[in-house]
């Protein structure tokens, strides 16, 4: 075997470093290594507001090589098949590496391929989407010469990365539109495979009245599936009353495109998924339910849980506690909750700072704010403090506990 390494970390994105890091901070001598091909490191959570030309892409990368400490192994391969049974991951390159405990977070991938027409028109003919780096700035520069017309946003069926992120576009774009003056002249409209606003009913309420206030027509259970860039049609499946599949076709000046999402191809190919494709996992300890010494925490798990950055820091020191548990050959805890968080941008300087755990329970960090009220801190904290905390708390693998307490959102939803 050309490698071996007590901790193997498939993924070098926030779950991956995150994860690294704070082992390192809690056991300074075990081996850790990360196998991550890529060497630049992007804020994800940052794309929303690049789109809305509030934030530059640059701002949101880093070089990989600058976040993982130094003495942990860095291997810049692609995993690409797993055989639990003997302990190995076997690379792209064919080199076979061995583990004693397998930490499983490669992220989600963008499938394109599923709305026909799409890969052919992204990045051009008014076609964007902010959920790439290589096209997040054309979603500013369709927005930014948008005057009048049809400008569509959608939202494909769940999973994806950040719920929220589809409609958060929109507002920022309805925002411009209005501070130009052109928003009377441009007919917004959200086209989402769900059945509401946001798949929590607290915050879909509020959302409502968002939608509502810039004048933006919403059609639920209307799912993408193809687009013709030249001609600048969208095609939408949607499901009767009577439960009849029918199609609606969109004529649009420009378009926000939200691409359906999935766990990697080489996940769903392996012994680690569930039927569905996920890393299978307990959701509440993030161990394997198969594989006792094989972990997984972020967007490509089976936990159905909000897949953002807030969940990611929560779930990492459940991670690592627990294999350090199982290394002084203690049982696992059940200490994660299902936390996420979604900042959602309803202005070019509000954010409803939306926290909610497993079973949609509304779970706030602060207790004397609202949490459906959109404020201008979010706004700063979407712009500076989130970031930071990114950048300078979590990937360098320091805990960041806030308490988040479903007792603390009852005073509000009394208020309802």
Known sequence: MAQHHTILIIGGGAA???VANNMRRQNAKIDIS?????????????????????????????NEADLIHPSVTWIKDYADTFQPDENTVTLRSGEMISYDYLVVCPGLQLDWHKIAGLSETIGKNNVCSNYSPDTVEYTWECIKNTQSGVALFTQPPMPIKCAGAPQKIMYLAADRFRKKGILDNISVEFFTAGPAMFGVPFFAKAL?????????KPYFNHNLIAIDGPAKTATFELTDAEGKQQQLVKSFDMIHVTPPQSAPDFIKNSPLANAAGWVDVNEKTLQH??????????????????????????????????????????????????????????????????????????T?????????KSLFIWWIGKKIGFPWMYWSLMLKGYRIDIPHLESYAKRFMNEE
């Not at 972990?295 to 350090?324: E, H, W």
């Not at 706030?364 to 459906?372: E, K, N, V, Y």
């Open 16 to 18: 991956g470093v995150s």
């Open 34 to 62: 990360i196998i991550e091909p890529s060497e630049k490191h992007y804020y994800q959570p940052g794309f929303t507001i690049v789109g809305g030309g509030a934030y530059t892409l640059k701002q949101t990368l880093r």
């Open 208 to 216: 409502n009245k968002v939608v509502a206030g810039y004048g933006i």
């Open 289 to 362: 339910n198969k594989f006792s010494n094989i972990f997984g925490l972020g967007d490509a798990t089976s936990t159905p849980n909000a897949k953002t950055a807030a969940a990611v820091r929560k779930q990492v020191p459940v991670l690592v506690d627990n294999i350090f548990q199982l290394v002084d050959g203690k049982p696992v805890d059940e200490n994660y909750d299902g936390y996420g968080s979604c900042p959602l941008t309803t202005s070019l300087s509000t954010v409803m700072l939306a926290e909610f755990a497993y079973g949609g329970k509304v």
């Open 364 to 372: 706030p960090s602060f207790p004397w704010l609202d949490p459906r």
